[in-house]
């Protein structure tokens, strides 16, 4: 049976990354999406050198992780083959799209004209002012939020890869002690 388990320190750091992906998405600033992806990057750093050095759990977790993380990094941010093939950036970039389309309003209020109501004027555009408009895919909101949710996918898929190997060792030990076990009983 498989239990969920976490400690306080994961859980929040986890909720300290949703809070910068958050940041990123609605705030629409360069400066929210610089701090994810060092935060990306330094992680990916990160479990790389403890999956060399470190030892038991934290080895196999940081293994899994920079696996998982490592086959999806290219996928979602090279602008070669890999992104036109099926995966999980599909999924991603479809949640992207979601969301900006959600966001939309709130980032074009920032740039609403005085005396004048932001509102939907046809897809993919916003009126801003009597003769301005807000372009939901050609600012520069759209590539944010769109690297904002490939970060937050690879930290997840990250961290779902380490959950997996350490599941993986679990059982490879318990098929080990057996194996063991059974050696030891026979002499």
């Not at 599941?167 to 002499?187: H, Q, W």
């Given at each position: 049976?498989?239990?969920l388990?976490?400690?306080?320190?994961?859980?929040?750091?986890?909720?300290?990354?949703?809070?910068?992906?958050c940041?990123?998405?609605?705030?629409?600033?360069?400066?929210?999406?610089?701090?994810?992806?060092?935060?990306?990057?330094?992680?990916?750093?990160g479990?790389?050198?403890?999956?060399?050095?470190?030892?038991?759990?934290?080895?196999?977790?940081?293994?899994?992780?920079?696996?998982?993380?490592?086959?999806?990094?290219?996928?979602?941010?090279?602008?070669?083959?890999?992104?036109?093939?099926?995966?999980?950036?599909?999924?991603?970039?479809?949640?992207?799209?979601?969301?900006?389309?959600?966001?939309?309003?709130?980032?074009?209020?920032?740039?609403?004209?005085?005396?004048?109501?932001?509102?939907?004027e046809?897809?993919?555009?916003?009126?801003?002012?009597?003769?301005?408009?807000?372009?939901?895919?050609?600012?520069?909101?759209?590539?944010?939020?769109?690297?904002?949710?490939?970060?937050?996918?690879?930290?997840?898929?990250?961290?779902?890869?380490?959950?997996l190997?350490?599941?993986?060792?679990?059982?490879?030990?318990?098929?080990?002690?057996?194996?063991?076990?059974?050696?030891?009983?026979?002499?």
């Open positions: 049976m498989l239990t388990s976490f400690k306080l320190r994961s859980m929040l750091l986890g909720v300290a990354v949703f809070g910068i992906v940041a990123t998405v609605f705030s629409g600033s360069v400066w929210w999406a610089r701090v994810l992806d060092v935060l990306v990057w330094g992680a990916l750093v479990v790389i050198i403890a999956a060399s050095v470190g030892h038991g759990g934290t080895r196999y977790f940081s293994l899994g992780f920079a696996i998982a993380a490592g086959l999806y990094v290219p996928m979602a941010f090279s602008g070669t083959l890999l992104q036109r093939l099926p995966g999980p950036h599909v999924l991603a970039d479809e949640l992207a799209k979601w969301i900006q389309e959600g966001m939309a309003l709130t980032h074009a209020k920032r740039v609403v004209e005085p005396g004048f109501e932001a509102k939907y046809n897809e993919g555009m916003i009126r801003v002012g009597p003769r301005s408009v807000y372009f939901i895919w050609q600012s520069g909101d759209w590539e944010r939020t769109q690297r904002s949710v490939h970060c937050a996918t690879t930290l997840l898929l990250g961290c779902l890869g380490g959950a190997a350490l599941r993986f060792r679990a059982i490879d030990e318990k098929a080990e002690g057996a194996t063991f076990y059974r050696a030891a009983r026979r002499k």
